[in-house]
């Protein structure tokens, strides 16, 4: 399996992965417009050829990244395809010196054995929930934060409190 950044010709592929998990509600829905427009921060992984898993890494600000609409075709779940895209992301963040990589999840159990940690809501920037206003839950989101903390947190925190 290979985990590289995603180009055009996987579009179409990645939008498929996601949308089968967007209709049960697991994640927000993308166009092939707005993949297009953000292809530089996806990365997939290929399996003889097919796009099995897809994730982006979308810069929230000089601190913070989100990762967004990370799918696993069901077809290779449990084989560590999800660890190794959210792996390559975790390293892309680390080369762009981002301090903080957060996922909005239902798969607390997954991000936690990549040394994810549960954060409150409220304690996020309100750039964070620009998006949340295309949610059908928007009244009622029942996500859990979830934050990794790279290399770069402990420089970023001591400019904070100096
Ligand atoms: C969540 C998801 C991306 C995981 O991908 P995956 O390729 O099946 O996961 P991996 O095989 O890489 O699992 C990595 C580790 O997490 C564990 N894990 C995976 N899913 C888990 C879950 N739901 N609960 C607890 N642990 C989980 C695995 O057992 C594995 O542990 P190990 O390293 O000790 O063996 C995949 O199930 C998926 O696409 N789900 C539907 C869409 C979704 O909910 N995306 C998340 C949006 S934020």
Redesign the pocket.
């Known amino acids: 399996m290979e985990v590289r950044k995603a180009a055009a010709a996987d579009v179409e592929s990645m939008q498929q992965l996601i949308q089968q998990?967007a209709d049960d509600g697991?994640?927000l829905p993308r166009t092939v417009k707005s993949l297009c427009e953000h292809l530089q921060s996806f990365t997939v992984a290929v399996e003889d050829g097919r796009v099995v898993?897809v994730a982006g890494l979308h810069v929230l600000w000089k601190d913070l990244a989100e990762?967004r609409s990370?799918?696993?075709d069901?077809q290779?779940?449990?084989?560590?395809?999800?660890?190794?895209v959210v792996e390559h992301l975790l390293h892309e963040a680390e080369q762009l010196g981002i301090a903080q990589v957060l996922?909005?999840?239902?798969?607390?159990?997954?991000f936690?054995?990549?040394n994810f940690h549960v954060v409150r809501k409220e304690s996020l920037p309100h750039k964070v929930w620009k998006d949340c206003i295309y949610c059908k839950k928007f009244y009622h989101c029942d996500e859990v934060a979830m934050v990794y903390y790279t290399q770069h947190y402990e420089a970023f925190q001591a400019i904070r409190e100096a």
Request: charged share 15%.
């Open positions: 998990f697991l994640m898993g990762i990370l799918a696993v069901p290779v779940h449990g084989q560590g395809v999800g660890r190794k996922s909005l999840t239902y798969q607390t159990g997954f936690e054995k990549l």
